[in-house]
């Protein structure tokens, strides 16, 4: 026993002991994270985005590569605490910088992650909410709102990881001041359908079941939501904008 204490002691022999052990833990707490992603609904939750799709393009998920990530961050510090250990790099600053930059490096990478599924999870979801609504502009609304929460992603994960970001702050002003002044004058029609559609659902000049006449058209009412009013004519249906309603009046019809 006494001839294998010197070697027990040996930088190198206790930098690999470590490094073994990085491993092993490294893999076991990949598997736990990937258990309790799964376990907790995520799957279903990213099911159906760009960011999903992809990842199953390329035989992985966004679990898995989550679970990596997890996996390979303590990878990276079992390497580097055994490089420290086996005095590969007797830099006191180096490694001082290192175990600072690495936990940033993993937060900027998961806010990556996060970011692409979140902005294509709201993607689908305004695209669902807009579905409905007959206006030619409104289709360009999803993908503004994607690449916006995209910019703010990376600019939280450039700050992560040390990058000075305030010109990328004033950028990100002048961007929403610009699609505040763009959307007034792009989405007028929207914007003023929107108007008439609480004014309509708050007010009720008509509900669903009355026969109304809404300019040429005449139907039964079937539906009534913020941006339009459905009509129905005996096979036809009308999407009707809400402005519509207001610039062209409404005739209540009477049996």
């Known amino acids: 026993m006494v001839e294998w204490q010197p070697l027990l002691n040996e930088p190198a022999v206790i930098a690999a002991a470590v490094l073994a052990l990085g491993l092993v833990v ?4 990949g598997r736990l994270n990937e258990e309790l992603l799964s376990a907790s609904g995520v799957p279903e939750a990213v099911e159906g985005t760009p960011f999903e799709r992809t990842a199953q393009s390329i035989g992985t998920s966004t679990v898995e590569i989550v679970a990596r990530l997890s996996s390979w961050f303590i990878y990276g510090i079992a390497v580097l605490t055994a490089i420290h250990i086996a005095q590969l790099l007797d830099t006191d600053a180096f490694w001082l910088r290192v175990t600072e930059f690495v ?13 692409f599924i979140v902005a294509d999870k709201t993607e689908l979801i305004v695209s669902e909410y807009l579905r409905g609504v007959k206006l030619p502009e409104v289709s360009v609304i ?5 690449y916006s929460v995209l910019y703010v992603t990376f600019i939280i994960a450039l ?25 007034t004058v792009a989405f007028k029609d929207f914007l003023v359908s929107s108007a008439a559609g609480i004014y309509l659902l708050l007010n009720q000049p008509y509900g669903i079941g009355d026969e109304i006449r809404i300019g040429d058209q005449t139907g ?11 009509i129905e004519d005996d096979s036809e249906e009308y999407i009707v904008p ?13 049996d």
Do not use: C, S, W
């Open 220 to 230: 039964i009412v079937q539906e009534v939501d913020l941006f339009v009013t459905k």
């Open 26 to 29: 490294g893999y076991l707490v």
């Open 142 to 146: 999803p993908k503004v709102v994607k």
């Open 159 to 183: 700050g992560q990881v040390g990058v000075h970001v305030l010109a990328l702050l004033i950028l990100l002003t002048v961007y929403a001041v610009g699609i505040v002044i763009v959307g």
């Open 103 to 115: 936990p940033q490096l993993f937060i900027a990478v998961l806010v990556l992650i996060l970011g």
């Open 242 to 254: 809400n402005r519509k309603v207001f610039e062209d009046g409404i005739v209540r019809m009477r």
